[in-house]
């Protein structure tokens, strides 16, 4: 919850535009916690969480994959992908479903579902 000004943060702005949010964690120790109090933050405010990136962080001692796992039991239906720490993955193929379709729901559309497929992938 960064403070955007004096009495407001970026969450206030999240739950403003009424838009599903992309929750972007990291695999480090510590980020189950970090992932879990996030959501929990966001659905107190009524966010819809499009999905959940597992960006995989450096010298992590679990498996970002195991993060994931662990993440999509707490958060099933929603969607988990896990973006390996490389600079050669394309980002756009794998954001791109997510992005249409959370655009799609807040103008309103009947998009395609996002809340079906809770398995972890690479």
């Known amino acids: 919850m960064t403070p955007l000004e004096s ?9 403003a535009l009424a838009a599903p949010a992309l ?24 966010v819809a969480i ?19 796992a662990a993440l999509a039991r707490f958060l099933a239906p929603t969607p988990i992908r896990v973006l390996p720490r490389s600079g050669s993955t394309p980002l756009w193929p794998m954001l ?13 559309s009947r998009g395609p579902s996002l809340g079906n497929d809770s398995r972890p992938r690479r």
Do not use: C, F, M, N
């Open 7 to 15: 009495t407001h943060t970026v969450l206030d702005w999240i739950a």
């Open 96 to 108: 791109a479903p997510w992005l249409r379709a959370a655009s799609k729901e807040a103008a309103g």
């Open 23 to 46: 929750l972007v964690v990291g695999s480090y120790l510590g980020s189950l916690s970090h992932s879990l109090t996030a959501a929990a933050a966001l659905k107190q405010r009524s």
């Open 50 to 68: 499009a999905g959940v990136v597992v960006s995989e962080s450096l010298e992590q001692p679990v498996d970002a994959d195991e993060t994931a």
